[in-house]
């Protein structure tokens, strides 16, 4: 089973999968492997996937079978273990928690050549649904700490598998960098009596010039100290900590602003790897009030890596300010 | 000229290039680039590079000529300054501080095709008095606040010459990963009154299931909570918090262990890229007593970054019980 072990310097989590064994040879050109052809995520093969946890499909089309839209099953090699509890014990001066949680791959689309920049704006919002609806549906269990959607697209961007979808992954700990978040838009609180979030909105808004596209509830923009070149975060205008409560109506507007988003960078980078995370805080009642969910959209562009993951220091060679500019720039008049 | 930036909400750094205009075509496949035959740190190309700042050369050879054994020159590109001045403004919310600092590159060997894992004990012994010449020449500028040592190897590491070579930037803040480790061992000191490196450096030689090599000054182990399969630390085994006093006799054992380490993973994983970093506390009377310089070596082997990158939250597929037991095997009798 896996295990959660915490790093007694810097308190972070991190997820040891201890039931496989792996030798070092398993890692040596691992990146490298050829993509079989074969894909579980296409129509006909819902046999080879763990069983569907839930499916946007017609109401006379069967479970794990072909007709669905939208398409959530358990990652066949879960990080964390839905079965287990989420008992924590010490390993002298270490802490340990047993790899309980979840772990779900949202299958985007049944179109095996689709992305989530090209699919219709009718779809990414359905995708948006299945996301509310899968964070509505674990937030109810009390041992669930955290709920972290996020998507891998491209090969260096971390995806084994090319067909279009994101993942979700449900933790009995608060993962660090979002640890951080939080405590950071309550320590602005607790000096300005503001949220820093509503106030980036607002202080990007004045200026523009990082602004990439805003619509009645969402703005995207690349973030003031921007760690990556294209780096862009996209952030509902109204206060919520948590995107469990997102509305009908603002989830249009979501979709209308992840797929234009994903649109300007996948035509301006020629369809790069990326990463994204969405930020959230989960339940009301807890001090996460302060905090402002969003999501961060973060090509994968550069090399520079290793030592800005180990010092966590970045350099960037791109303006926000110049990346804006482009990817303005990109004509998207037509599509979706 | 660079300019710092700092995240409002985590209170992260970032250095942002804004002296170099690009567009999204330059960091198109960048990273697939061939790499050039002519090499700036070979013998006779010396002026080809920036001045040299400090070299180990026979005395009777000239200034950026061949002869020295170990160079250190300014970075051609520098990510920081040294001329300006680290000037702190306002922009809006935002935070700014001209991008004042140092941007060095230790060459390691004239040997064009050597590696720090295959050089002589004697040769990664030189390497390390420079780091130490540079480290304590630089910690005496009071505007500098950090001094941080580390190393690229190969180009999925982001080393941009093959030629082997570490770098030192001097920045005028602590970097955020740092500065947490700093009030990380402060915080375990309040409450155990010990020194959380010193206790992990017990705990590990009394289990020594984690442990890849011990010697007199020093032990390397995988780290309990490892982010990354194959992640050493190396330690010094006496308190200090400062990498500035290390004494003659504890530089032959650091080269030793690092060398040893090095060429472990070198064999266990067919000369992987890897990136390491010396972490510590600069100057005496800052609180940094508390704190415990050490070294972390990361291969680069998985590519399943983006998603930890942007979370804070590792999943590491390679207990680091079973990678300490894989580098233990290594045969490294009679190397250098």
């Known amino acids: ?68 839209w939208v398409r959530v099953v358990q990652n066949k090699f879960p990080a964390l273990d839905p079965g287990a509890e989420p008992e924590r014990f010490g390993h002298g001066m270490y802490d340990v928690i047993k790899g309980f949680g979840g772990h779900e791959v949202i299958v985007e689309t049944p179109d095996h050549n689709a992305t989530l920049a090209t699919l219709s704006y ?23 700490k955290y709920i972290l959607i996020f998507k891998n697209h491209g090969r260096e961007a971390g995806a084994s598998l090319a067909h279009s979808h994101s993942q979700l992954i449900a933790t009995p700990i608060v993962p660090k960098r979002v640890g951080e978040e939080i405590a950071g838009s309550i320590d602005y609180y607790s000096f300005r009596e ?17 602004v990439v596209e805003e619509n009645k509830d969402f703005i995207a923009f ?4 921007a760690r990556f070149p294209f780096e862009t975060w996209i952030v509902p205008k109204v206060h919520n900590h948590n995107f ?22 996948h035509k301006s980078l020629d369809n790069p790897p990326y990463n994204f995370m969405l930020h959230t805080g989960i339940r009301d009642g807890k001090d996460m009030t302060h905090y402002h969910w969003h999501l961060e959209i973060v090509p994968r562009l550069t090399r520079v890596a290793g030592f800005e993951w180990g010092s966590g220091f970045y350099i960037n060679p791109m303006p926000p300010e110049h990346a804006a500019m482009y990817l303005r720039e990109v004509k998207i008049d037509g599509e979706g």
């Open 194 to 210: 503001r949220c820093v979030y509503c106030d980036m909105v607002n202080q990007e808004r004045l200026e523009g010039t990082r």
């Open 244 to 265: 469990g409560e997102i509305t009908a109506g603002e989830i249009d507007g979501f979709a209308f602003i992840l797929k234009n988003t994903l649109l300007r960078i």
């Open 1 to 68: 089973m896996p295990e959660l072990r915490k790093d007694p310097i810097i308190k972070r989590w991190v997820i040891i999968a201890t039931e496989r064994a792996r030798r070092p040879h398993d890692f040596i050109n691992s990146k490298e492997k050829a993509e079989t052809t074969f894909c579980p995520f296409d129509y006909g093969n819902e046999h080879t996937t763990p069983p569907e946890v839930m499916a946007f499909r017609p109401a006379d089309t069967e479970k794990d079978s072909p007709g669905w």
């Open 122 to 144: 009718q779809q990414v919002k359905e995708i948006i649904w299945a996301y509310k609806e899968r964070f509505r549906s674990l937030e109810k269990d009390e041992r669930i």
């Open 222 to 225: 690349e973030p003031f100290a």
